[in-house]
């Protein structure tokens, strides 16, 4: 990838962001950050160098800021991009929702604008099994007809769409959209993670916090589902191998023009009841929860047909859920370490003060 060096990663500060900088950077890759921590912290950049050696370099941009874009863009030399950035949480999208079309789409029509005038041609977004809607049987195929059913997940389609359009109206511009269908885990190190503020909505940081008596029991949402045990399949993946998914994104695109859209998935599915034991066994202990009603919205089944990643892009997920588990139950218990000994140097800072 001798034309590829320079790579921007926008949103590079967050979960799944900073999992893939820092293995864009022990490939090689100069990456630049760019990032307005709105939903992450700054101290994430140091590190992903404690991981590397090295820190990647960092711009400070809101995306909606058109003119900070541009002129980053103008300066920054990428060679490519791979977007990140932008607003996730399903409920407080229906709640505002035009808060989500002005940063996650607005944002991603400065970033183009940008990247169209600077003659930086490649991308590789962020999308979300969310696009598949609740109509197609599992296993998800990129051919099957999309749906969405919140304003996040119609920004992800709007998305998908300006990147096929904006392909097919100049043969110099290369995308791909990468559906995501449920990152979890951690880096190994316990250094980087997912690390949501309050009471999370997601179901392995709710039981990470379980395990570690911050929350007393996991609300199962239903157990009277059309599956196996009852609750809900999902098709989780170790935020490490979604990682690795990008990087082989970036390989492709360097030998291709056009657009495509690829699942990343393991192709096999673990019901809630199922990740719930799978992280009894990384933390080894049981862990309380009851079964509450359905959560509006949740389908039942979710899961990925991996074989055009595999074909196209020469990538499929090795990590199993045990894995997940242990990598997000160790950045967990670092991670209050790491808040209990920031505490206490703060308390021995005010009292020799
Ligand atoms: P995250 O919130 O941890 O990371 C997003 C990053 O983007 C944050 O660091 C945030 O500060 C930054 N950001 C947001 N708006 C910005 C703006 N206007 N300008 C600059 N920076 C901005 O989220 P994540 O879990 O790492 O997800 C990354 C992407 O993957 C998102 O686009 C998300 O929709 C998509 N995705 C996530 C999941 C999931 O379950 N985590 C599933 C499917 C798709
Ligand atoms: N669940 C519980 N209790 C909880 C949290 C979740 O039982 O406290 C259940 C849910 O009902 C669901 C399963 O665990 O059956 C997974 O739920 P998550 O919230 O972890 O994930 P979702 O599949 O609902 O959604 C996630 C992202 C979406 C994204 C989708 C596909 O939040 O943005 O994966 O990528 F679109």
Redesign the pocket.
């Known amino acids: 990838m001798g034309n590829m060096k320079h790579i921007v990663v ?9 999992h893939t900088v820092a293995a864009l950077q022990q490939e090689g890759f100069a990456v630049t950050v ?7 912290d700054p101290s994430v950049i140091g590190r992903i160098g404690q991981i590397t050696g090295q820190c990647p370099a960092l711009a400070e ?4 800021d058109r003119d900070a874009v541009f002129s980053f863009f103008r300066e920054a030399g990428a060679d490519a991009v791979i ?6 949480a399903v409920g407080e999208s229906c709640l505002h929702p035009l808060d989500y079309f002005h ?2 789409i607005g ?1 991603t029509v400065n970033l183009l604008a940008a990247m169209d005038a600077a003659g930086c041609k490649r991308i590789v977004f ?5 696009v598949y809607g609740d109509k197609n049987p599992v296993p998800f195929v990129e051919t099957m007809p999309t749906g969405a059913a919140n304003p ?1 997940g119609r920004t ?1 389609r709007v998305i998908e769409e300006m990147l096929s359009d904006m392909t097919a109206s100049d043969p110099a511009w290369s995308a791909a959209a990468l ?5 979890v885990g951690a880096h190994p190190s316990g250094l980087i993670g ?1 690390n949501p503020n309050g009471i999370p909505d ?1 179901l392995v940081p709710y039981i990470a916090k379980v395990a570690c008596g911050e929350l007393e029991a996991l609300r199962v949402f239903g157990n009277d589902y059309d599956t196996p045990d009852g609750t809900c399949l999902r098709d989780y993946i170790h935020v490490c191998d979604l990682a690795k998914g990008h990087i082989c994104a970036m390989r492709y695109l360097a030998e291709h023009t056009g657009f495509e859209t690829v699942n990343l998935g393991t192709g096999r599915s673990a019901s809630v009841l199922e990740v719930l034991h799978a992280y009894e066994t990384a933390c080894g202990r049981k862990l309380p929860y009851v079964i509450a009603p359905r959560r509006p919205g949740d389908i039942p089944r979710m899961q990925a047909d991996v074989r055009k990643a595999k074909r196209l892009l020469h990538w499929s997920a090795e990590s199993d859920l045990v894995t997940m588990c242990r990598d997000s139950w160790h950045f967990t218990i670092m991670q209050k370490e790491r808040r209990e000994s920031h505490a206490v140097h703060r308390h021995q800072g005010v009292s020799e003060g």
């Open positions: 926008t949103g590079g500060a967050g979960f799944i962001g900073s760019l990032d307005n921590f709105s939903n992450s941009i809101d995306l909606r977007h990140f950035a932008g607003f996730k940063n996650n944002g962020s999308s979300s099994a969310t996040y992800k559906r995501y269908f449920n990152p997912e997601n």
